[in-house]
């Protein structure tokens, strides 16, 4: 890596780079795994102009299924349910832009409108996310 010479780091910051580039690609993706699950945070990509999205119960789930084809839906947090920090940070795996205050208060103010005008593969993503933390959603 050419860029690595130009890159100035602490010994302790060197050796760590250094033990993860001896890292075989499947350690490396077991790490990736286990950090994103300590942090809660995604290494998904994150999309400009996109809408944050929200859990879901089964007729929302089915509604993301049978909407394969449409254009566009909009899924609304109708309820944080019990395990409201699992919910939230179910939104912040969505959308990575999304702050732990914006997070909360949207499971605080419902209803919340999380995905708009999504498409329908994005949506059943979200769904699954927050149906997984508890909540329940609206898809429209």
């Known amino acids: 890596m050419a860029d690595e010479k130009d890159t100035k780091l602490s010994s302790k910051l060197e050796k760590i780079a250094k033990d993860i580039e001896e890292l075989s690609v499947l350690e490396l993706s077991e790490l990736v795994t286990a950090l994103q699950d300590r942090l ?35 899924v609304v947090l109708t309820d944080a349910g ?4 699992g919910v939230i940070k179910a939104l912040r795996e969505i959308n ?43 898809v429209k």
Request: avoid cysteine; proline fraction near 6%.
């Open 82 to 85: 019990t395990n409201k920090i």
């Open 96 to 138: 990575p832009n999304l702050g732990l205050k914006e997070a909360k208060d949207m499971t605080e103010k419902l209803p919340a409108e999380v995905l708009k005008d999504a498409k329908a593969e994005d949506a059943k993503v979200a769904i699954d996310k927050l149906q997984a933390a508890g909540a329940k959603i609206e």
């Open 40 to 74: 809660g945070v995604s290494a998904t990509p994150i999309i400009s102009g996109a809408p944050v999205a929200a859990s879901g119960a089964a007729p929302a789930e089915a509604a993301a299924d049978s909407g394969a084809g449409a254009a566009s839906q909009t």
